[in-house]
């Protein structure tokens, strides 16, 4: 009996250790694992954005904005940096937003005027140009339906005397002034939450210095209507009656009649 119990533990140790060596070989034979490649590491920077949403007109403060971490290939050069003006949250404060901004978007300083104590129509207003109120109504102010920033054209609507006596007046109407930016209806200068209209007793124009005369003698002559520009037309230039008669392929309507050139109908 010990000697049957000595072979079977004889045995089992000689296939424990066959199983030993099979295992040695075969992980001795596997080749080593290749070392992991280096991660690339992406270049960031801080970029100085809105914290919140910032609205037309708003005056900023430090709290208004906040520095955050951008990768380095996406940044414009008109973002502000952290490594080139560590304290720019602080030097903005006081300045005007001219254009609003959205929670997250880079503050750029084109959209940003420095008020030095005037009036915010005053530090908004492009260079070159006058903030002229005129007075419309619903029915002349395009239903309400004119906001700020749109663009439109200022129609004269006269009357004169026609010719012949014992005929009616002629009722004459021109585009007085063409592709002008409204700056604000009333006293409001930008479009309200969910506004889709504003009735509006006055309405601020940016009128070149010229046009602000032309617009006066207009407002005497007769009545004013404002017609609403389609936003495809925001970049024609501004011009008056007086400027289109040195362009002659600007037709003007009088009469009903197309007249190339804004030669007057005889």
């Known amino acids: 009996m010990n000697i049957a119990r000595i072979v079977v533990l004889a045995i089992a140790l000689s296939a424990g250790g066959v199983a030993a060596y099979l295992a040695s070989g ?25 914290k919140a949403d910032i609205g037309l007109g708003q005056t900023l403060n430090a709290n208004d904005v906040i520095w955050q971490t951008w990768p380095a290939s996406t940044t414009s050069n008109s973002f502000i940096r952290r490594s080139d003006r560590p304290n720019a949250n602080n030097q903005i404060a006081g300045s005007i937003a001219r254009a609003p901004f959205v929670a997250g978007e880079p503050i750029r300083e084109a959209k940003l005027v420095k008020a030095d104590g005037s009036g915010f129509m005053a530090a908004i207003l492009p260079s070159g140009y006058r903030a002229v109120a005129t007075e419309i109504s619903a029915e002349t102010g395009a239903g309400g339906f004119i906001l700020p920033n749109d663009r439109v054209d200022v129609i004269l609507t006269r009357r004169v005397k026609n010719p012949n006596p014992s005929l009616p ?18 006293q409001a200068p930008k479009e309200k939450e969910g506004t ?16 602000t005369t032309e617009l006066a003698s207009a407002r ?11 936003i495809a037309d925001a970049n024609q230039i501004a011009i008056s009656v007086n400027e289109r008669s040195q362009h002659p392929g600007i037709d003007v309507v009088r009469y009903g009649v197309t007249n190339p050139g804004g030669a007057a109908s005889k």
Not at 196 to 211: D, F, Y
Not at 220 to 230: E, I, M, P, V
């Open 26 to 50: 075969l992980t001795e034979s596997k080749p080593p694992a290749p070392a992991a490649a280096p991660v690339a590491q992406l270049q960031t920077i801080d970029v100085l954005v809105a």
């Open 169 to 186: 007046d002629i009722v004459v109407s021109e585009v007085a002034l063409a592709n002008i930016r409204v700056l604000a209806i009333d």
């Open 196 to 211: 889709n209209s504003v009735i509006g007793r006055t309405v601020t124009l940016a009128l070149k210095p010229e046009q």
């Open 220 to 230: 005497q002559a007769g009545t004013l209507s404002l017609a609403l520009r389609s």
